[in-house]
């Protein structure tokens, strides 16, 4: 059984401060990972993916890979209000026949205060 | 390029009815996925189809069924429907080449009564 495991939060930090969210996964052979953001009430938005182990920035979001560990995270600096959200982690495995499975963590509830 | 679509936004069933949810990918988009939203259970995978072929399933009872139409719209079906089946249903699709990199649509809320 896949498993992603996150931090349900909730995750309060001040605006301004560095957010740093967590995930762990089960399947070695995962090879794509992605951090979606989720909106009360909203769909899932993509905001991040990451295939490589390190660091990959976009804009105020670092996704971070360490395969050897199993982990993925994310960091958001400078934390403004409208960041405020659930934020999970999905990882991607081969289910075969050019298939794509995405296993999905809970997720983390972010909460930026001013 | 328009999102994904997914229609209706929000149904009120009754226990034992079915229901038919429809979602269209992004222009180009071939495969579509279909998944459930719990607060107790997250997101779960339910289906993955492409080309009109379902190519992968997860671990829902055979109540839950869906099919692909040649322009790449797909329909999922919810037949007798539980109390337990109230959720927000998503469709995510994804582009040839980059299928493990998937796009959500809005979603569809609904409610078993």
């Known amino acids: 059984q896949k498993e992603v495991e996150q931090n349900s939060g909730p995750l309060s930090v001040p605006e301004g401060a560095i957010a740093s969210l967590n995930c762990t996964y089960s399947?070695?052979?995962?090879?794509?990972f992605f951090w979606y953001r989720q909106y009360s009430g909203k769909s899932p938005e993509l905001i991040m993916f990451i295939y490589s182990n390190g660091d990959k920035e976009d804009g105020r979001f670092t996704a971070q890979l360490n395969k050897a560990s199993q982990y993925v995270s994310l960091l958001i600096r400078d934390s403004q209000p409208s960041d405020s959200a659930t934020y999970l982690c999905?990882?991607?495995?081969?289910?075969?026949?050019?298939?794509?499975?995405?296993?999905f963590g809970k997720g983390t509830k972010l909460s930026v205060i001013p | 390029k328009a999102g994904v679509t997914q229609t209706p936004r929000y149904l009120i069933k009754t226990r034992g009815q079915q229901v038919t949810l429809s979602c269209s990918p992004i222009s180009g988009h071939r495969s579509v996925s279909w998944y459930q939203q719990t607060p107790g259970q997250g997101l779960q995978f339910l289906f993955e189809?492409?080309?009109?072929?379902?190519?992968n399933k997860g671990n829902f009872p055979g109540r839950f069924s869906g099919r692909q139409f040649s322009n790449s719209r797909s329909e999922m079906n919810v037949s007798t429907l539980e109390l337990g089946d109230s959720a927000l249903y998503l469709c995510?699709?994804?582009?040839?080449?980059?299928?493990?990199?998937?796009?959500f649509g809005p979603g569809t809320r609904l409610t078993v009564l």
């Open positions: 399947d070695r052979g995962s090879q794509s």
């Open positions: 189809y492409f080309s009109e072929t379902q190519r």
């Open positions: 995510a699709s994804s582009g040839t080449g980059d299928e493990d990199t998937q796009y």
């Open positions: 999905a990882v991607s495995s081969d289910s075969g026949a050019g298939s794509y499975q995405l296993t």
